[in-house]
């Protein structure tokens, strides 16, 4: 069975930064995409980034250029360095493997706020 455990949310101000972790358990981490996504208050879950097994990335558009996604395979984690933060990164960040239908951490909330 898989197990997701994301850390390191948190408050900050506008154009601070955060690091995201996520701890995987389970098996064939090396051979799953991973993936960020988030979900504001009334709004929808939207993806924020993605990293295959071959480490090729990709980012939801509002995102692009300030966050950065990568892995550890020997560690099986994945992290997502988020920089120049703004108002509207205030989310419940989540961690993910399978898509839709595939497995999720619990969240961790990153509030940016001045």
């Known amino acids: 069975q898989v197990q997701l455990v994301e850390s390191g949310g948190g408050s900050v101000q506008p154009g601070e930064s955060l690091t995201l972790s996520c701890a995987f358990s389970g098996s064939r981490f090396g051979f799953r995409t991973m993936g960020w996504y988030r979900q504001a208050p009334g709004k929808s879950r939207e993806s924020v980034a993605r990293i295959t097994p071959t480490k090729d990335t990709n980012y939801g558009n509002s995102v692009k250029g300030r966050f950065t996604i990568s892995r550890d395979d020997s560690k099986s984690a994945v992290n997502l360095q988020m920089n120049n933060l703004k108002p509207e990164d205030t989310a419940v960040y989540y961690c993910?493997?399978?898509?839709?239908?595939?497995?999720w951490g619990q969240g961790t909330q990153v509030t940016v706020s001045s």
């Open positions: 993910n493997t399978g898509g839709a239908g595939g497995f």
